[in-house]
């Protein structure tokens, strides 16, 4: 159980919303919920919330605005809720910045499941025990691990999503080394792959363009039928 965390479901079903938040509360979580927009800045503005469960298909502003407007100015974790089979929901959901997706409809269990592997990534730095201090170097970036901060070559703070966070400090642990899709979802994501490979193309897609220049070099190589490559030394301090 997760009795510290603080959950706020978004989604314009009031059955959804009773049930799921029910269970959740069963388990230990605390629960707010949300039916629009409105409500949703509202509830965030009240109380520090952990995690959000948004919706795509709500009324008025969608889930997918909502979920960039909150990556503009926040890294709080975002588990999207898409319509069964709608692959393009969870493709520009991962776009956009989500961390997870869930078809409706879902098992609760599934959900808390999903709540807890993202939540766990949040609270910990990273797979397996690691040595060292808590700055990753690489051409010229910081990562500071201790506050999940990347800083550019220029000493400007780059926002990163959960996810995106996730999947850098993987390849930071691991350069200079393939990585295969399934490797990269099971470390990044703390989750047994679903086999829906885009998900993790689209992650580092969204990682490329905000550490790789135009007129720099590539950082992480696409290897053919394998996976991927981080290409750049990296030193810890």
């Known amino acids: 159980m997760l009795p510290e965390y603080h959950i706020l479901i978004v989604d314009d079903d009031v059955e959804l919303r009773r049930l799921a938040g029910k269970f959740l509360r069963e388990n230990g979580l605390k629960v707010s919920s949300a039916q629009d927009a409105r409500e949703m800045r509202e ?24 979920c960039r407007e909150l990556r503009r100015g926040s ?11 709608s692959d393009v929901d969870r493709i520009v959901g991962l776009e956009v910045g989500a961390d997870d997706y869930l078809a409706k409809p879902f098992n609760p269990r599934e959900l808390l499941a999903r709540i807890h592997a993202v939540l766990r990534r949040v609270r910990s730095t990273g797979t397996g025990a690691r040595t060292g ?7 010229g970036w910081v990562l500071d691990t201790r506050r999940r901060e990347l800083t550019n070559p220029d000493g ?12 850098l400090l993987t390849f ?7 990585l295969t899709r399934d490797q990269l979802l099971d470390s990044a994501k703390n989750r047994t792959a679903t086999g829906f ?6 992650q580092v897609s969204r990682l490329r363009k905000k550490i790789e220049r135009p007129d720099g070099p590539e950082m992480v190589k696409t290897v053919r039928g ?5 290409s750049p ?3 810890r301090a």
């Open 75 to 85: 890294d709080i974790p975002i588990i999207m809720l898409t319509a069964r089979g």
């Open 156 to 167: 400007a703070v780059v926002d990163l999503s959960t996810g995106e966070y996730d999947l």
């Open 197 to 202: 490979d885009r998900a993790i193309d689209i």
């Open 43 to 66: 509830a965030l503005a009240a109380e520090t919330v952990d995690l959000v469960i948004l919706d795509i298909m709500l009324p008025g502003t969608t889930g997918l605005d909502l």
């Open 172 to 178: 930071l642990e691991h350069p200079q080394r393939v």
């Open 133 to 139: 201090g808590p700055l990753l170097r690489f051409s």
């Open 233 to 235: 030394d990296v030193e």
């Open 226 to 230: 394998a996976g991927y490559f981080f």
